[in-house]
Each structure stands twice: as structure tokens, then as C-alpha cells.
């Protein structure tokens, strides 16, 4: 159905741990599967100890950069997927995450795949997989910027903190011009999954950026949960309650508007009236 990009903010973490809530309350159609790949370029955050121990050190991203040909990352990609297995739900069996970098050294070697895996997200997104694209802080920008180009939702994670919207207005600019660009699908797949942290709610998140011209929707709110949050981030126990708790809840009311808002745009992407405006705008350059 989808391929979704994650960006975050400086000074404002919570990316990863929201991407990961994502992953384990993704509604799983029709037999599809999920994948969550951690495409950040300074570093992957899921470590080896996370998801109580179910990543292993061994795999992750770091091992596709020797696959410049697109058969060979193809080949490459699949060994290097974890799924999050467990034998009380069986459906996480088809939750798979790609684990990141290991340091931000190795994002150079990437710099000729990234556009594959790009094509590659869109390839096995039209054959039963859905994606999920942590891109980090910075990973929307630069080489590894194909992958928000790309992407049928741009989400940009914050905090209703003064210090976040801050920190947004100027992202969220570079965003919109980045996808409004010859390369871009559009700045209509931007979107919030705002972080209920600080004295600013959804609504009057939306009408700041209103006033400064870089309307933005907030698609979808996440409870401040630190505690909860640590289960996904950094390996805490789950607890029988984890999944029925605040944050999962919240988690799985997001995946709604989230597809919701994918379905409606690709509705209006494939539409003529946008295909002869497409048609006409590249006729002009």
C-alpha cells in the first residue's frame, strides 16, 4: 500500500521509537508484510540489546554497500532482515526491520545505493510489502534524500515544545521546497506525528505553520511516554500491558489517517486532470 518516510528535528529524538510503534501496530492486510528500515545516515539507533535482544549485531544496512548492481542489492537485502518474531503472536512474523549504520562513516559507502533502495522500496511495496523509512534528523537531505523524494508520506516527528516547532518551521520549509522540486512528488505528501510533549496542541501546531506559509497537517498524535517508549528504544521489558498501553493505542489510531491520507493522495496522483498538469509542467521546462 505504502511507503513511508520518518524525519526528525534537531534536538528533538523520538523518530525511531515513534517509527517502531509504528511497526508493531501496523494493521497487516491481506497477507501483506511490513518492513522497517532504518535509513538514517549518522547512525542506526536500534541497537543490538533493543526489542528485548531480538536484533542481531550481524545484519542491517551497513552490509548493502558492496551491492552497487540492483540484482545484487536485491539478492543482498532480503538476508539482512529481522523479523520480530515471537511465538504467542505469529503475526509479527511479517514485521521485518532492516537495522542502520553502525556509525556515520559508513554513509559514504551508501552514496551509490540509496537510489536502489528507493526502487527497491517501490518494488516489493507493489508486491505485498509495506515500508517504513526511518530517515533520521538529517537523512531527508543529501544522497540519501531519494528516499523522502520518493516516499508516499513524508511524516516530520515532533514535540509541541516551543524549542520543536521552532526547529520545524525552518525543516518543514526545506521539506516543501525540496519536494515542490523538479525531483519531488510533492509537498502534498508531507505530514506531522506530533509528540504530545509541551504546551502546544495539534490545532494550534497547525495554524503557526499556517501563518507562515508552510501549512502543514498534523496526521496523527502520540502520548509522551518515556517509559513506554523505552520498550521500543532501548530494550526495556514489555510488560503484559505494553500493547493495550497508551502509546501502542495511540499507535494503532495513527496507522488510520496515515493510510488514509496515502490512499487519497495516490487517488489524486493517478487522476488525469493531475496527469495533463504533469504532462504540461514538464512540456514547459
Not at 544496512?61 to 504467542?88: C, G, H, K, M, Y
Amino acid at each position: 500500500m505504502a511507503v513511508i518516510s520518518l524525519v526528525g528535528l534537531p534536538g528533538a529524538p523520538g523518530v525511531t521509537s515513534s517509527a517502531l510503534a509504528l511497526l508493531r501496530a501496523w494493521p497487516l492486510d491481506d497477507g501483506r508484510r511490513l518492513v522497517l528500515a532504518e535509513c538514517d545516515p549518522d547512525g542506526g539507533s536500534v541497537l543490538s540489546g533493543a526489542l528485548e535482544g531480538r536484533v542481531e549485531a550481524d545484519r542491517g544496512l551497513r552490509n548493502l554497500t558492496e551491492s552497487s548492481r540492483t540484482q545484487e542489492l536485491v539478492q543482498a537485502f532480503w538476508p539482512q532482515l529481522i523479523a520480530l518474531e515471537n511465538d504467542e503472536r505469529r503475526s509479527e512474523r511479517n514485521r521485518l526491520l532492516l537495522p542502520g549504520l553502525t556509525s556515520m562513516s559508513q554513509a559514504a559507502s551508501l552514496a551509490p545505493v540509496w537510489g536502489q533502495l528507493g526502487d527497491l522500496f517501490a518494488g516489493i511495496e507493489a508486491h505485498g510489502h509495506d515500508v517504513l523509512v526511518d530517515l533520521g534528523r538529517s537523512g531527508a537531505f543529501g544522497p540519501s534524500g531519494v528516499l523522502a523524494l520518493r516516499a508516499d508520506a513524508v511524516l516530520v516527528v515532533m514535540r509541541g515544545t516551543v524549542r520543536s516547532l521552532h526547529f520545524a518551521q525552518s525543516r518543514i520549509a526545506q521539506l516543501r521546497a525540496l519536494l515542490d522540486g523538479e525531483h519531488g512528488r510533492g509537498s502534498g505528501s508531507l505530514g506531522i506525528v506530533l509528540i504530545k510533549q509541551g504546551p502546544y496542541s495539534a490545532r494550534e501546531v497547525e495554524a503557526e505553520l499556517d501563518r507562515r506559509g508552510i501549512g502543514t497537517p498534523v496526521l496523527a498524535t502520540l502520548p509522551y511516554r518515556p517509559e513506554e517508549a523505552a520498550v521500543l528504544s532501548d530494550g526495556a521489558p514489555e510488560g503484559r500491558g505494553f500493547l493495550q498501553g497508551k502509546l501502542m493505542s495511540a499507535a494503532r489510531d495513527a496507522t488510520t489517517p496515515i493510510r488514509q491520507r496515502v490512499v487519497a493522495r495516490r487517488a489524486r496522483l493517478a487522476s488525469p486532470l493531475h496527469q495533463r498538469l504533469m504532462r504540461g509542467a514538464t512540456g514547459a521546462r
